[in-house]
Every structure is written in C-alpha cells, then in structure tokens.
C-alpha cells in the first residue's frame, strides 16, 4: 500500500472518529490495522470526566467458575455465553478450508480473512458481554468484591472454558468501569473460598464434582459457588473492616 493511500486511510479513520464525541484531552491516538483488513483508531485521554452511578449502599462478591459466567452472594448465576464454543464448528470449517488452499493464493488470503474476521466477531460479542454485565453488577452495588486472579500461573493453566470466557478481559471492564461510576472494585486473595463455609467458617471438603456446599457443622446446605461468592464477600469485608466476621449476606 501505498503512503499515499495510507494517509487518505488514515483521515478517512480520523473523520469518523471526530464523529463520536471524544471526553477528555487526548493524549495520544494510535492508528491499528487489524489482520482482517480493519482500521481502528485508538484514543487514550487524560481528564475524563467520571460518570456516577447512583449509590446504593450494596456491596457484593462474586465466584467465577466454568459451569457459569459468575455467580454472586445474591445466589445469581450469569450463565456462560460461550461464544467460542457456538462459533467452534463454523471457525473449524474455515480453518480446514484455509490450510487446503494452496500457499500464496489470492483464494488462501480470502479464507484467511474469513478466518481472522471469525475470530474478531466472537472478541466483540464477548466485550459487548462484559461491559453489560459490569453495568448490571455497578448499578446494583457501591462495592463489588473479586478473588484475585493472580494465582493463575498463567493463561494456559486455566481450562478452555475459563480462557474462553476471558475472566482477566471482563475483570479489566469491571475495574475501568467502577473508576468511571465513582465505585469500588476490591480484589480478594483466593483463601479456601470453595471448601470454607461461609455461615460458620469451618472447612467443608469437596472436589469439584460437589455441586452443593452441605456443612455438617453448621447445617447450611447452599450451591458450591453462591457459598464461594459468599466467602468473597465476607474475606473482602473483613479485609477492609466492616462487618468483619459477621456471614457474609447482603
Ligand atoms: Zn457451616
């Protein structure tokens, strides 16, 4: 491509960009093409005005786990778009048809756009997810308590289903999205939130076939993961010291 091109490109990205009202000073803007052939232009400003959310003096914690997107000390589940799985058949066809088209072909180049624009699609349909989900959980509470994910050695350690759902991407959203709305979010260290009861505070084993959390000590009888998002909750409370050991409902 040309330089030429490139910059008539580039003001075309620009025009348009101006047309979506811009809050802040921009500080820098960095223009991406993606593999698929689409321009992006990338505004990073300093100064933006924050967005308040109505108080509600609610607080929250939340389990994130497999069989749901997450699940809350409320008991709500938000179940698991799995976008990538839905997508997995269509997105394995275009890769097959792609690695039979011969090297260098203009047919190759055409599956391998098809290919990468798969992939794009299921990246916004899973971003779009997370904003939605971050606004339900900062309309609903002043301060939302999450395990901290850092005891993940690494991305490749989670399961396909937990990389799938992009916990780090939507606890990114959640985190910028709280700033804006004048909310907390408070990161929780992983302490035996899935075996402690979150009535008496006693360990309760079970492996991860154990969908009930059924303490023998205290009697409380609750699904494994409003039981873990329960513990979130009071861990996170008691860390910052209020309601410190009392249970950790809402
Ligand atoms: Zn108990």
């Known amino acids: 491509m040309s330089i030429?091109?490139?910059?008539?490109?580039?003001?075309?990205?620009?025009?348009?960009?101006?047309?979506v009202r811009l809050k802040g000073e921009i500080k820098t803007v960095t223009i991406r093409k993606t593999l698929s052939n689409r321009w992006y232009a990338t505004?990073?400003?300093d100064k933006?005005?924050?967005?308040p959310l109505p108080k509600t003096g609610k607080s929250i914690g939340i389990d994130v786990g497999c069989l749901s997107f997450l699940t809350t000390s409320n008991g709500e589940k938000i179940s698991n778009p799995r976008f990538f799985q839905r997508a997995q058949k269509s997105l394995t066809q275009k890769q097959r048809s792609f690695s039979h088209r011969k090297k260098g072909s203009?047919?190759?180049?055409?599956?391998?756009?098809?290919?990468?624009?798969?992939?794009?699609?299921?990246?916004?349909?899973?971003r779009d997810f997370h904003f939605k989900i971050a606004r339900k959980l900062l309309q609903a509470n002043d301060t939302?308590?999450?395990?901290?994910?850092?005891?993940?050695?690494?991305?490749?350690?989670l399961n396909r289903s937990m990389r799938d759902v992009a916990w780090f991407n939507f606890?990114?959203?959640?985190?910028?999205?709280a700033e804006e709305a004048e909310k907390e979010v408070v990161k929780v260290p992983a302490r035996n939130t899935s075996q402690m009861c979150s009535s008496c505070g006693r360990t309760v084993q079970k492996d991860l076939s154990c969908r009930v959390h059924s303490c023998p000590f205290c009697g409380l009888i609750i699904d494994r993961d409003?039981?873990?998002?329960?513990?979130?909750?009071?861990?996170?409370?008691?860390l910052?010291?209020?309601g410190a050991l009392a249970p950790a409902m809402n």
Do not use: P, W
């Open 171 to 177: 606890f990114n959203i959640l985190l910028f999205k």
């Open 48 to 51: 933006v005005a924050s967005k």
């Open 43 to 45: 505004f990073s400003c």
């Open 144 to 157: 939302i308590y999450i395990e901290n994910m850092n005891h993940f050695k690494s991305f490749r350690a």
């Open 4 to 19: 030429k091109s490139l910059k008539s490109r580039k003001l075309v990205i620009l025009k348009y960009s101006f047309l």
């Open 240 to 242: 910052q010291g209020a």
């Open 106 to 126: 203009s047919r190759r180049n055409k599956m391998r756009i098809m290919v990468v624009k798969a992939h794009e699609k299921i990246f916004n349909q899973r």
């Open 226 to 238: 409003t039981n873990a998002a329960r513990n979130v909750l009071r861990l996170g409370q008691s």
